[in-house]
């Protein structure tokens, strides 16, 4: 079992910036890929960062250069620092886990990211 618990979400202007955190705990070992997945109000989850323990990064489109993913192995944790946000961005940000980046299996309980304009 692996849990997450995501921390930073919050209200924020739209052309601001936010950094959620995500603490993993349990056997996290076993996850390579750890990533973010977003739930904007009535539209589906996806995911639009993930990492690996090696380095390799992806990200959507359209949070391309303005959304940087990174990730302490050591400490189990992985962070989500956003820039130039805008009222779009608004949905409930998850991180997870998985063997792969084609195979989360883990969810923390997310954090509700609002952008104002």
């Known amino acids: 079992q692996v849990q997450l618990v995501e921390s930073g979400g919050g209200l924020v202007q739209s052309g601001g910036s936010l950094r959620l955190s995500c603490a993993a705990s349990g056997s996290i070992y076993s996850m390579n890929a750890m990533g973010w997945f977003r739930q904007p109000p009535e539209k589906q989850r996806e995911l639009f960062a993930a990492r690996t323990s090696g380095g390799n990064t992806n990200y959507v489109n359209s949070v391309k250069d303005r959304f940087t993913i990174s990730r302490d192995n050591a400490k189990y944790t992985v962070s989500l620092h956003m820039d130039n946000l805008t009222p779009e961005d608004k949905a409930v940000y998850s991180c997870?886990?998985?063997?792969?980046?084609?195979?989360?299996?883990?969810w923390g309980q997310g954090t509700q990211v609002t952008v104002s304009s």
């Open positions: 997870s886990a998985g063997p792969s980046m084609d195979y989360f299996v883990y």
